[in-house]
């Protein structure tokens, strides 16, 4: 079976400082990981995927992950955080090829970046 | 305008009341998804379709049930909504395995 867990659900940074959102997973095949960012009274929004390839994967708005296989992690990355950063954040994965239908997601993490 | 799109954006009802969300998109995937949205819960998938003819239960399917009008709609029913039912529902598309598009959620609230 497949899942994903958010370890913290709150992470509380300095604007300018670096940003690092955890998520680790299993599954039985090989995984493909996404983060996704939602604002207030918004749908989820992608940020970035892994699929294969390259471990360090750049995506939107600034933000990195790193795969790491021997650890199942995926933690999501910015190196200067910007108030507007603040969202919450959900990570996820799909379980191939044995669940290439369902994107299990955890239960995010609420990022607060203060001024 | 929005690639998913879904309606109503917001509605309140009564236990015992039929609520139909809708949802359609512009992004051309036979993928469609539908998932609810509880707090400290992430997201659950209620139903996904693969394409017209293609329909499955997901993780938390009992008291909804889906219709696949259209490549581009795939709707939501609650067929007798109880408060338990009250979250966010979101509708999302995707191609075989890539990433989710969602639209902008559907707040229900059962009274």
């Known amino acids: 079976a497949q899942s994903v867990a958010q370890p913290e659900d709150q992470v509380n940074v300095a604007e300018g400082n670096p940003l690092t959102v955890k998520c680790t997973y299993s599954?039985?095949?090989?995984?493909?990981l996404f983060w996704y960012v939602q604002y207030p009274n918004r749908g989820l929004q992608f940020l970035l995927k892994?699929?294969?390839?390259?471990?360090l994967v750049k995506g939107s708005y600034g933000f990195e992950a790193e795969f790491n296989k021997s650890q199942t992690s995926f933690h999501l990355k910015k190196p200067s955080a910007l108030v507007s950063d603040s969202a919450l954040y959900f990570c996820a994965v799909r379980d191939i090829p044995f669940n290439d239908y369902k994107l299990s997601f955890g239960a995010g993490t609420t990022v607060t970046v203060r001024a | 305008d929005a690639d998913v799109t879904q309606t109503p954006r917001n509605r309140i009802t009564k236990t015992g009341k039929r609520i139909m969300l809708e949802c359609s998109q512009t992004k051309g995937h036979d993928r469609m998804y539908w998932y609810r949205q509880d707090p400290g819960l992430g997201l659950q998938l209620i139903y996904y379709s693969f394409d017209v003819k293609d329909i499955n239960k997901g993780e938390i399917s009992d008291g909804y049930s889906v219709s696949r009008q259209a490549q581009a709609k795939f709707s939501l029913s609650l067929e007798s909504a109880i408060p338990n039912q009250t979250a966010l529902y979101f509708c999302a598309t995707s191609e075989v395995t890539g990433e989710l598009f969602f639209g902008e959620g559907s707040r229900l609230t059962v009274l």
């Open positions: 892994y699929i294969t390839g390259d471990n």
């Open positions: 599954v039985s095949g090989n995984p493909y």
